[in-house]
């Protein structure tokens, strides 16, 4: 499986961003797809995750409320959708894929994942 991101960018504080995630190849295979972020000189750090047949989705704290995922199978895609962003919100941004990964239990860990995107930068303005 091949993932890529796309869609970020510079956006002022306040302002959103839609961010995609092109999955090809063995898709059939994947259970769920998440969504980490990574700030400059910080660890990464989860975002949210969906379950890849039943559209479930899960949270990080940080993202409730601002942010939603989805997908579309037919165009094997995942979507974050960022709003209200603020500076915090800066980092590069990828997404994740895996055989082994559960949306409800091990998809906040970046270990459970086998496939990743190279990340989309995402850029807060004050």
């Known amino acids: 499986v091949q993932l890529v991101e796309s869609g970020g960018g510079l956006v002022q504080s306040g302002g959103s961003l839609r961010l995609s995630c092109a999955a090809s190849?063995?898709?059939?295979?994947?259970?769920?797809i998440g969504w980490f972020r990574q700030a400059p000189g910080k660890e990464r750090s989860f975002v949210g995750s969906?379950?890849?047949?039943?559209?479930?989705?899960r949270y990080a704290e940080s993202a409730k409320g601002r942010f939603t995922i989805s997908r579309d199978i037919a165009k094997s895609a995942a979507y974050l959708q960022l709003n209200n962003l603020e500076p915090e919100d800066t980092a590069v941004y990828s997404c994740a894929s895996g055989t082994r990964v559960l949306y409800y239990s091990n998809s906040d860990e970046s270990s459970s994942y086998d496939y990743w995107g190279p990340g989309t930068q995402v850029t807060v303005s004050s």
């Open positions: 190849g063995r898709t059939s295979t994947m259970r769920a």
């Open positions: 969906i379950s890849w047949t039943g559209g479930l989705a």
